[in-house]
């Protein structure tokens, strides 16, 4: 059973709040930030097959082709529809069968945020995070410039691995070549061309002045249009903070008032025509209608969201069920003090609505337990 479920949740909407970001966080993970980590910088914004660009790609495609497709052709239930509700063996087994998928509103919202931050982690869906994604870009070109380790304990560092003889073989096999290699022979290593973390920390914005002296790689062309997008940026992010923080300042200091707009019409609550409420139920694979956990001889039949044709709502009643079990266990109050209770009044009446006689209601308690 799922963890959320596990949990204790006061209402409905805290539960779908905990769905939406335990399930948001896990696809989050799974389709931005571990593709992110294993790509190597150099393969940002490469074509390759291999490259970042090509597998946030694949995942565009499996999420808005693949998932889309799945749901729409739906296996699972045309095999329960087709295939095994003609073979149940009862009327309520197979109700259960036509029935759909149940779902929740925490998992659709999620499929929406998913790919809005997947775009926004490879910063291409706004134009801030674009902008200062792109000085980040045009900073680090070409990307694989070689450097020299010219310290000692660099070109120890780096030999220590690869000093001897070896047969180096071309990725297609087609070409081979014997090389030595010394302790004196001059190592290279990969330039450190990105400013995300250039020297100690975070560096923003991306500008040439950033460069470590003796290890510039920026072409003057680059320098230029490397201080446009950096500035730029900068100033973007900079009118934006100012712009949360007017908003946050405006709704702290100037309080909005709620004042109802429309008229009353003078037609009471319960004489409108399609009217529901909210009415605590469980969820079972057994029946084809939810439990209900709450006592049903005060409810009125149109505060329900569902009917069955077959059965009245007293036979979902939970408490029916729970005062026949415990009846030599726990007295009636106790019973009662274990379920919600939902009560409503007719408008002009004293007396609930679906009020009956005390004998009456236990003696339509059977009627639960033929389930």
């Avoid at 479920?5 to 970001?21: A, C, D, K, T």
């Avoid at 200062?132 to 220590?160: K, Q, T």
Wanted: net charge negative.
């Amino acid at each position: 059973m799922p963890l959320p479920f596990v949990m204790g949740h006061p209402s409905e909407g805290r539960l779908q709040r905990s769905l939406y970001i335990k399930i948001g966080a896990f696809r989050w993970i799974n389709t931005a930030i571990i593709v992110t980590l294993v790509t190597p910088f150099p393969s940002t914004i490469g074509s390759r097959a291999d490259d970042l660009i090509d597998g946030i790609r694949d995942i565009f495609v499996a999420e808005i082709v693949a998932s889309n497709l799945i749901k729409l052709v739906d296996p699972k239930g045309f095999i329960k529809r087709h295939y095994l509700a003609p073979r149940a063996q009862s009327q309520e087994e197979m109700n259960s069968h036509m029935r759909g998928d149940e779902w929740y509103l925490a998992e659709r919202f999620t499929n929406m945020t998913k790919l809005f931050d997947a775009n926004m982690e490879t910063r291409s869906i706004i134009s801030l995070a674009m902008a200062v994604a792109c000085s980040y870009s045009w900073a680090g070109f070409p990307y694989d410039n070689l450097c020299i380790n010219n310290d000692d304990e660099g070109i120890n560092y780096e030999l220590g691995y690869y000093i001897g003889n070896w047969s180096v073989v071309s990725v297609d096999g087609s070409l081979r070549s014997d090389v030595s290699v010394s302790a004196g022979d001059v190592s290279y290593r990969f330039c450190q061309q990105s400013l995300y973390w250039y020297g100690k920390g975070f560096n923003f914005p991306a500008i040439p002045s950033w460069q470590k002296e003796g290890e510039e790689w920026m072409s003057n062309e680059q320098k230029l249009l490397t201080s446009l997008y950096g500035w730029s940026s900068f100033v973007l992010v900079l009118c934006t903070l100012l712009w949360i923080t007017s908003i946050s300042v405006r709704t702290f200091i100037y309080r909005a008032n709620y004042e109802a707009c429309g008229k009353d019409q003078g037609i009471p609550f319960s004489d409108v025509a399609a009217i529901s409420s909210y009415i605590p139920e469980v969820r079972s694979g057994i029946f084809s209608y939810p439990l209900l956990a709450v006592d049903t001889d005060h409810v009125d039949e149109e505060l329900y969201e569902w009917k069955d044709p077959d059965k009245p709502h007293s036979y979902y009643d939970l408490t029916r069920d729970a005062r026949q079990i415990l009846k030599d266990v726990r007295s009636e109050g106790e019973i009662r003090s274990l379920f919600s209770k939902v009560k409503c009044w007719r408008p002009n009446s004293g007396v609930p609505c679906g009020a009956i006689a005390e004998t009456k209601a236990r003696s339509s308690d059977s009627q639960a337990y033929d389930r």
